[in-house]
Structure formats: structure tokens, C-alpha cells
T-cell receptor, first 110, second 113 residues
Framework: ELKVEQNPLFLSMQEGKNYTIYCNYS?????LYWYRQDPGKSLESLFV?????AVKQEGRLMASLDTKARLSTLHITAAVHDLSATYFC??????????FGKGTRLSVIA | DAGVIQSPRHEVTEMGQEVTLRCKPI?????LFWYRQTMMRGLELLIY????????DSGMPEDRFSAKMPNASFSTLKIQPSEPRDSAVYFC???????????FGPGTRLTVT
């Protein structure tokens, strides 16, 4: 059974600082997705990572995938308040639906 | 495309009443998923369909929950009778051929009093 673990689950960070959210998974997979959820809203796709070494960047967010380590990271550069949200990673095991992590609730404070 | 459409967006009902949630997936998507999200349990997959056929309903909490997909453009999730512990946000999502990126609807916030 595929297990997906995110850490930290809660993150409070100051504006302008850098931080990384980690997503570990338990079985072989080379497809991983990051989603963002704003309070009271739905999940919105952020990044699609489809191979080992894949790196995607948009604005202050950068996601990477290391399939050998079964690890994806979401790096936040110079955080701003607008990035406050919950971030989910989801892993595709190939023959089952996506398995979602529990989410990382990010709060960016001045 | 309008994206995944769900209705109603908010539903408040009394315990014991029947509740029906509706979903229209993105046209051309073969997979449809129903999720439930609560603070305590996070995001839970309830059931998913492939080409209108239910594939795995092991996440459905109990017999009070049922889901149907009569055609490629419509699905329902029904709770009968509803209970206060069913209060949650219910999301519908769809994806194209094969298990791939899922596109989520806006959700239905259900409150059972």
C-alpha cells in the first residue's frame, strides 16, 4: 500500500525567508503532483512532475522529484503573505488513484 | 472548458434527511472521483468511476452512502439518512485517460444539524 508523508504539517514562516516542504512516499513512482488549497477553496494544481530529476518553477515556488529517494520537495523562496495556503503532494502509483499526503498548512507572517 | 461543476455549493440539512450532491466532470475525462474533506480526517477518497463504472468504493464510509454515474457527464453522491458526522466538504474531481492529474470541483459544503 502506497503511503505518502508530508512534513512539516504546519509551517509558520516570516516574509522574506526560504523554506522547504518535503513529500516522501513508500513505493516506486515517477509521477507526483503538488496542489494548493486556499482556505475555504478547492484544490488547485500547481506542479506536475513526471520523471526522475524533474524540476518545475513558478514564481517563488520550485518543486523537484527524486524517484530513487522517493522524495519530492517544494521550495519556497522569499515567502510572501499570498503564499499562505495548504499544500498537498499526491503520488501516482500507476494502477490506483492518486494518494494524497495530509497537507502542509503554511502561514506566512510579516 | 468550465471545469468540474458541483452543486449545490452549500447544503444545510437536518439529521435523517436525504442529501444528494451532484457533479459534472470535465468533458472527455474518463475518471471521476468523489472525496470528503474534514479537519479531523483530511482528504479521503470515497469512490471512483472509470467510463461511468464504479471501480472502487472501499472508501465509502457505510451503506448510507451511495454514488451513481448514469452517463459521462453526470454523477451523484447520495447520503440517506444523513447524520451530523457527515458534515464535511465533498469534492468531485475528474481526470483524463489513465491515472493522471486530477482536476477538482469547487466542492459542496455539507452541514447536517
Amino acid at each position: 500500500e502506497l503511503k505518502v508523508e508530508q512534513n512539516p504539517l504546519f509551517l509558520s514562516m516570516q516574509e522574506g525567508k526560504n523554506y522547504t516542504i518535503y513529500c516522501n512516499y513508500s513505493t516506486t513512482s515517477d509521477r507526483l503532483y503538488w496542489y494548493r488549497q486556499d482556505p475555504g477553496k478547492s484544490l488547485e494544481s500547481l506542479f506536475v512532475l513526471l520523471s526522475n530529476g524533474a524540476v518545475k518553477q513558478e514564481g517563488r515556488l520550485m518543486a523537484s522529484l527524486d524517484t530513487k529517494a522517493r522524495l519530492s520537495t517544494l521550495h519556497i523562496t522569499a515567502a510572501v503573505h499570498d503564499l499562505s495556503a495548504t499544500y498537498f503532494c499526491a503520488v501516482d502509483a500507476g494502477n490506483t488513484p492518486l494518494v494524497f499526503g495530509k497537507g502542509t498548512r503554511l502561514s506566512v507572517i510579516a | 472548458d468550465a471545469g468540474v461543476i458541483q452543486s449545490p455549493r452549500h447544503e444545510v440539512t437536518e439529521m435523517g434527511q436525504e442529501v444528494t450532491l451532484r457533479c459534472k466532470p470535465i468533458s472527455g475525462h474518463d475518471y471521476l472521483f468523489w472525496y470528503r474533506q474534514t479537519m479531523m480526517r483530511g482528504l479521503e477518497l470515497l469512490i471512483y468511476f472509470n467510463n461511468n463504472v464504479p471501480i472502487d468504493d472501499s472508501g465509502m464510509p457505510e451503506d448510507r452512502f451511495s454514488a451513481k454515474m448514469p452517463n459521462a457527464s453526470f454523477s451523484t453522491l447520495k447520503i440517506q439518512p444523513s447524520e451530523p458526522r457527515d458534515s464535511a466538504v465533498y469534492f468531485c474531481a475528474s481526470s483524463p485517460v489513465d491515472f493522471y492529474e486530477q482536476y477538482f470541483g469547487p466542492g459542496t459544503r455539507l452541514t447536517v444539524t
